[in-house]
Each structure stands twice: as structure tokens, then as C-alpha cells.
């Protein structure tokens, strides 16, 4: 059967080694697998978080910060069991979950490979938020936390930077069946998530509007004390960007602050900001087979 994980419903071979829009076939490709600091303080805690990090993506985002292995061109192939194998091995090293990094595309492998494996701490879904409903229902039960990112309310800007018009409709549906599997998110005693949905957003430079829009459609579709909320201001020009002007800056103070201000005043009340010192790269890992071979 060809592939329609997606919402690109490109309906690629990939069995058969054919790539997809994601830039890869269907055997799952990991880059790093390895305890990682870099998340919200209730995914990284003081252990870590278990990151598995998978090669390729199916929204291709023009200003991706991980864009050495989100175009396919990374990673080692791995069955399965070697999968199993390495969920397992993180979970021994008293990390606080099991991040899967960038995983849709391999929504099918990786649902395999969770079913009936007893990990005693959550597994965390950290994926862009394009995503199809009916490959998230399929992950029912295998997930504890959801961690998409809501990229866009300006279909305009989603499809400038991720030639998918369709994102703003399509990650609100997405996120709304994340929001129903989890219900209201629930930290443990030590402030650690243990089920529930986190919401990120990334503030893009010039587009404060669009960052206005998504905090518009969150409150407006999300209960405001069942959810947390992350407004991330990371963004850090990559390389390649030379079509796109615009993007090639960091946010503003400006634009940080209007929109932070527009988040306090809204009806969201738990959750992160970030200040515009956190545009670094430093926290983007070494893309080099850690814990993979």
C-alpha cells in the first residue's frame, strides 16, 4: 500500500525505497538517540528527555533549525526491534520520557514497535502539528503526550514557508484529536508532564500578526486551564534562505514583546515563554548516530 500517513497524502511507494514528500522511504531512519536538555522544563526536568530523532519530515519548513537531517538525507536505517531496543535503552538511563522527534512519517514503525512495551514513563509526540487525524487515532493508547507545534494561523505565510496552504485548518483538527486522547495535562510531583498536550509556537520575524492569530485560535478552541502553551522565541536564520528576506533576522524585541504581551493578556494561563537571548543554535545536538549504532 502507498503511502498516506499525512495530510500531504502523496501516496508515495515508499516501501518499495521510493522517497515521499517526507524525503524518505518506510524503514525508520534515527539520527541521535540520547538524553536532550533542550525542551520545555516539564519534558527536560534535571534527567533529560529520551529524543529520538528521525530523519526527514513531511512539512519541509523552509527555516528548519534541524534542516541537516529534516530533507531525509541522514540517519541510520533501523527495524523495529532495534527500535524497541532503543526506546528501551533510553528509559534505562532514567531519562523523564520518550521523545519522538519528527516522527509522523513514521507513525506505522513506530506504533509497532510501542505496542505492548511497557516503558513506565511517557511517550511524547514532538511533531510539527501537519498531521492527519485518522494516523493519530491509530497511536491511541501508545501516547501519553502530545507536543505540537501550531506554526501558523496565516495560510498565506504556510504556504510561503511550507507549500501547505492548508496547515491552519489541518494542525487545529490535528491538535484537537490530540487534545481529545490526552484530556487535561497532569504533572507529577516534581512538576514533570505526565499526560496532557503542550502547544508551541514558534514567533517568526515580520509575522507577529500570525503569532496573534494562533494565540487567538487556541483560546478559542482549547479550555484554558486544561492545556500549556509554549511561545518560543528561538527562531535562528539557517542557511539557504536567500528567497526569503525576510527570515533572514531574528525576532525583534519589538515583535517578542507585543506578542508576549498579547499572551499574557489573553486567557491562557499555564505554560512557557522564552526571551529573544534563547536565538541560538547552541542547543540544536549533533546529528551523529548517538545511541543509534
Given at each position: 500500500?502507498?503511502?498516506?500517513?499525512?495530510?500531504?497524502?502523496?501516496?508515495?511507494?515508499?516501501?518499495?525505497?521510493k522517497?515521499?514528500v517526507?524525503?524518505?522511504?518506510?524503514?525508520?531512519m534515527?539520527?541521535r538517540?540520547?538524553?536532550h536538555?533542550?525542551?520545555?522544563?516539564?519534558?527536560?526536568?534535571?534527567?533529560?528527555?529520551?529524543?529520538?530523532?528521525?530523519?526527514?519530515?513531511?512539512?519541509?519548513?523552509?527555516?528548519?533549525?534541524?534542516?541537516?537531517?529534516?530533507?531525509?538525507?541522514?540517519?541510520?536505517?533501523?527495524?523495529?526491534?532495534?527500535?524497541?531496543?532503543?526506546?528501551l535503552?533510553?528509559?534505562?538511563?532514567?531519562?523523564?520520557?520518550?521523545?519522538?522527534?519528527?516522527?509522523?512519517?513514521?507513525?506505522?514503525?513506530?506504533?509497532?514497535?510501542?505496542?505492548?512495551?511497557?516503558?513506565?514513563?511517557?511517550?511524547?509526540?514532538?511533531?510539527?502539528?501537519?498531521?492527519?487525524?485518522?494516523?493519530?487515532?491509530?497511536?491511541?493508547?501508545?501516547?501519553q503526550?502530545?507536543?505540537?507545534?501550531?506554526?501558523?494561523?496565516?495560510?498565506?505565510?504556510?504556504?510561503?514557508?511550507?507549500?501547505?496552504?492548508?496547515?491552519?485548518?489541518?494542525?487545529?483538527?490535528?491538535?484537537?484529536?490530540?487534545y481529545?486522547?490526552?484530556?487535561?495535562?497532569?504533572?507529577?510531583?516534581?512538576?514533570m508532564?505526565?499526560r496532557?498536550?503542550?502547544?508551541?509556537h514558534?514567533?517568526?520575524?515580520?509575522?507577529?500578526?500570525?503569532?496573534?492569530?494562533?494565540?487567538?485560535?487556541?483560546?478559542d478552541?482549547?479550555?484554558?486551564?486544561?492545556?500549556?502553551?509554549?511561545?518560543?522565541?528561538?527562531?535562528?536564520?539557517?542557511?539557504?534562505?536567500?528567497?526569503?528576506?525576510?527570515?533572514?533576522?531574528r525576532?525583534?524585541?519589538?515583535?517578542?514583546?507585543?506578542?508576549?504581551?498579547?499572551?499574557?493578556?489573553?486567557?491562557i494561563?499555564?505554560?512557557?515563554?522564552?526571551?529573544?537571548?534563547?536565538?541560538?543554535?547552541?542547543?540544536?545536538p549533533?546529528?551523529?548516530?548517538?545511541?543509534?549504532?
Open positions: 500500500m502507498n503511502c498516506n500517513l499525512c495530510p500531504r497524502r502523496c501516496n508515495a511507494p515508499r516501501r518499495d525505497g522517497n515521499g517526507c524525503g524518505v522511504g518506510e524503514a525508520a534515527v539520527c538517540a540520547a538524553p536538555f533542550g525542551e520545555e522544563p516539564c519534558i527536560s526536568g534535571t534527567r533529560g528527555s529520551g529524543a529520538v530523532f528521525f530523519a526527514g519530515c513531511n512539512l519541509r519548513c523552509v527555516f528548519c533549525q534541524n534542516h541537516d537531517i529534516s530533507r531525509g538525507a541522514a540517519g541510520e536505517p533501523v527495524s523495529v526491534a532495534r527500535l524497541r531496543d532503543i526506546f535503552a533510553l528509559r534505562d538511563q532514567s531519562v523523564h520520557n520518550l521523545n519522538l522527534v519528527t516522527p509522523t512519517h513514521f507513525s506505522d514503525v513506530i506504533a509497532a514497535a510501542l505496542d505492548g512495551l511497557d516503558l513506565g514513563i511517557p511517550v511524547v509526540w514532538n511533531s510539527s502539528g501537519y498531521e492527519s487525524v485518522e494516523t493519530l487515532r491509530r497511536l491511541e493508547g501508545l501516547v503526550v502530545y507536543m505540537p507545534d501550531f506554526k501558523y494561523a496565516d495560510a498565506a505565510l504556510s504556504a510561503r514557508y511550507s507549500a501547505a496552504p492548508d496547515y491552519p485548518k489541518t494542525a487545529l483538527a490535528a491538535i484537537s484529536e490530540m481529545r486522547q490526552t484530556g487535561p495535562f497532569v504533572l507529577d510531583a516534581d512538576g508532564l505526565r496532557g498536550l503542550l502547544i508551541r514558534l514567533i517568526l520575524p515580520g509575522a507577529p500578526e500570525n503569532t496573534l492569530r494562533v494565540i487567538d485560535a487556541v483560546e478552541h482549547f479550555p484554558a486551564e486544561h492545556i500549556l502553551f509554549s511561545l518560543m522565541c528561538q527562531y535562528t536564520p539557517m542557511p539557504g534562505l536567500e528567497a526569503f528576506p525576510e527570515l533572514q533576522r525576532v525583534s524585541a519589538a515583535e517578542y514583546e507585543r506578542c508576549a504581551s498579547y499572551l499574557e493578556f489573553s486567557d494561563c499555564h505554560g512557557y515563554t522564552q526571551s529573544p537571548e534563547s536565538a541560538t543554535d547552541e542547543m540544536i549533533a546529528f551523529d548516530g548517538t545511541g543509534v549504532k
